[in-house]
């Protein structure tokens, strides 16, 4: 598959705001700096279009693109900052949360994960809440262009070991870099097949 239209629609911290109607979507989380911007760019082949959403002003939290007058692409915000405030963290932990469980139109959720670094607490705790939710969703590594491909190769296996540890089976894992256009066609294959089996 490949994307012909992409544009952004609305930004705002409040599930009831999303957009109404029955098209799917794909939302993209992981933390700050993990590449969720980059990626959503990289896939739509608009180098700005995730920026859109991120100019003084708008919020930053769910932010919806609209692609091919079919579908969406939901940027959420990161879980777990560090430099947030406590009460901020929680009110930001409750929006996604809230999305997540309300959101009915969420086809899949893909969980970005940076390939250099060792499983991290936090996201395995979040992929497991996940799986206690009903959630379905998939893995994606980002930044895969920073490692050699033996490294790479590696760590991806060290984290499906990792999760095979409270995991019976493992979801769909996706390898990409942004920067070398990497899984490209593979999370658009894979998003393709969702829509139409949604029909
Ligand atoms: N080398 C490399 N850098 C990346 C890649 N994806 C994102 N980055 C960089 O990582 C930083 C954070 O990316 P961004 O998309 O803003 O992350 P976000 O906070 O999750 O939206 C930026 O400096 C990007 O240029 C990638 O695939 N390869
Ligand atoms: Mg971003």
């Given at each position: 598959?490949?994307?012909?239209?992409?544009?952004?629609?609305?930004?705002?911290?409040?599930?009831?705001?999303?957009?109404?109607?029955?098209?799917?979507?794909?939302?993209?989380?992981?933390?700050?700096?993990?590449?969720?911007?980059?990626?959503?760019n990289m896939l739509t082949g608009q180098k700005g279009l995730a920026m859109t959403s991120q100019k003084p002003g708008k919020t930053q939290l769910i932010n919806h693109f609209?692609?091919?007058?079919?579908?969406?692409?939901?940027?959420?915000?990161?879980?777990?900052?560090?430099?947030?405030?406590?009460?901020?963290?929680?009110?930001?932990?409750?929006?996604?949360?809230?999305?997540?469980?309300?959101?009915?139109?969420?086809?899949?959720?893909?969980v970005l994960i940076d390939c250099r670094h060792e499983p991290q607490k936090i996201d395995v705790e979040f992929?497991?809440?996940?799986?206690?939710?009903?959630?379905?969703?998939?893995?994606?590594?980002?930044?895969a262009d920073k490692l050699s491909y033996s490294r790479l190769r590696e760590n991806v296996e060290a984290y499906q070991q990792?999760?095979?540890?409270?995991?019976?089976?493992?979801?769909p894992i996706f390898v990409t870099s942004s920067e070398k256009k990497n899984g490209r066609e593979e999370l658009l294959d894979y998003i393709d097949s969702i829509n139409k089996s949604l029909y």
């Open positions: 598959m490949e994307i012909k239209k992409a544009a952004f629609v609305i930004s705002n911290t409040d599930v009831r705001k999303c957009p109404t109607g029955q098209l799917p979507e794909y939302a993209f989380i992981g933390r700050s700096n993990v590449g969720k911007s980059s990626l959503i609209i692609i091919d007058d079919s579908w969406y692409l939901v940027d959420l915000p990161g879980y777990g900052y560090a430099r947030l405030g406590a009460s901020n963290r929680e009110s930001l932990r409750r929006i996604i949360e809230t999305y997540i469980l309300m959101r009915e139109q969420l086809s899949n959720l893909f992929l497991s809440w996940l799986g206690e939710n009903g959630i379905p969703f998939s893995i994606v590594f980002t930044k990792k999760l095979l540890e409270t995991w019976e089976e493992l979801p």
